[in-house]
Structures are given as C-alpha cells and as structure tokens.
C-alpha cells in the first residue's frame, strides 16, 4: 500500500545523503519546524566514506538549507565527541557507523533526535527513523519503532508516500 516519493534533484552518487530531499522529508515533521532547525552531522574522521558524506552533506546545507517554513543549519560532530544529541533537532548519520549506530539511536530517542541517512540498514535495525536511497531511483523509508522511540511524528500524506518498515 506504500508509494515511493519521487522528486526530481540532482542525484548525489549512492552513497551520499540525498540532502534535499531530507530537508522535504523534515518539513513533513509534526508539529512541523519553525525557525532554525539544528542538524549535526554525525561522522568519523578516521573513515574515508564517513568524511566524504560529512563533507558533501555541509556542502549541501551551505548557511542554511530551506525546510518547509523552517532552516536547516548543521555543525560537523565526530562521533567520538557525539555524548548526547541534546540541542539538536536532527542528526545526519553518515556511511561507516554502523558499530556506533545503537548509541546514536539511544542518544536519539533521549532527545527526540530524527535520524536520517543514507544507510539503509540502519533504518531496517530500527537505528535511524529514515532513510533515503538514491540509486537507481529515490526511495524513503521510515521505521516507525525508531520513529516511536524518538518521538517523531509524521503528516499522514507523508506516510502514504513513503516506505514504512
């Protein structure tokens, strides 16, 4: 019964953060975001693939990324300095941290974190609320238990286009 939302950007290569759509899929929130929305950038310096999604992803979100009625505006946290997700609204969970992938989930749910990335295996052991895939074509996928642990709520429209596990 689930679509797949399909909106036409410039895709990243398949292993990068499709970042505008994860600024559509934040304006979906409920209640939805005002203002500054904080976003950090989870990522480990020490693996190539980590830095090179954290690097694209800032890139992307330059000043600031327009989300709905709301801005996206993001800050590099290496994992190792992760502690707590408290101040932040969002975390961008990047390629190459799937051993620390339960500690960012529980760090998430602690502070209503919504976690996206471009892992999706970290969506499908209920580790990050959503996903977006790239290639051969873009697909979001939302897991509701992590959705529930975090505290996150989605627009029913939304749901009815996306992927839920």
Request: hydrophobic residues 50%; positive net charge.
């Given at each position: 019964m689930c679509a797949v939302m399909v909106l036409v950007v410039a895709a990243?290569?398949?292993a990068e953060l499709n970042v505008p759509i994860a600024a559509?899929?934040?304006?979906?929130?409920?209640?939805?975001?005002?203002g500054t929305?904080?976003?950090?950038?989870l990522f480990d310096p020490d693996n190539a693939?980590?830095?090179?999604?954290?690097?694209?992803?800032?890139?992307?979100?330059?000043?600031?990324?327009?989300?709905?009625?709301?801005?996206?505006?993001?800050?590099r946290l290496p994992i190792g300095t992760m502690g707590s997700l408290s101040g932040f609204d969002i975390a961008f969970v990047t390629t190459g941290l799937r051993a620390e992938q339960g500690g960012i989930a529980?760090?998430?749910?602690?502070?209503s974190v919504l976690t996206i990335s471009?892992?999706?295996?970290c969506v499908q052991a209920s580790r990050c609320v959503v996903g977006i895939t790239s290639a051969p074509k873009?697909?979001?996928?939302?897991n509701r238990a992590a959705a529930r642990a975090s505290k996150i709520c989605?627009?029913?429209a939304f749901l009815m286009l996306v992927k839920e596990i």
């Amino acid at each position: 019964m689930c679509a797949v939302m399909v909106l036409v950007v410039a895709a990243p290569s398949s292993a990068e953060l499709n970042v505008p759509i994860a600024a559509r899929v934040v304006s979906f929130l409920q209640p939805p975001p005002s203002g500054t929305v904080a976003a950090a950038i989870l990522f480990d310096p020490d693996n190539a693939a980590s830095e090179a999604e954290a690097n694209a992803i800032e890139r992307s979100i330059g000043s600031g990324l327009a989300a709905g009625r709301s801005a996206i505006r993001a800050r590099r946290l290496p994992i190792g300095t992760m502690g707590s997700l408290s101040g932040f609204d969002i975390a961008f969970v990047t390629t190459g941290l799937r051993a620390e992938q339960g500690g960012i989930a529980a760090a998430a749910a602690r502070s209503s974190v919504l976690t996206i990335s471009s892992d999706t295996a970290c969506v499908q052991a209920s580790r990050c609320v959503v996903g977006i895939t790239s290639a051969p074509k873009t697909q979001i996928i939302v897991n509701r238990a992590a959705a529930r642990a975090s505290k996150i709520c989605f627009g029913s429209a939304f749901l009815m286009l996306v992927k839920e596990i």
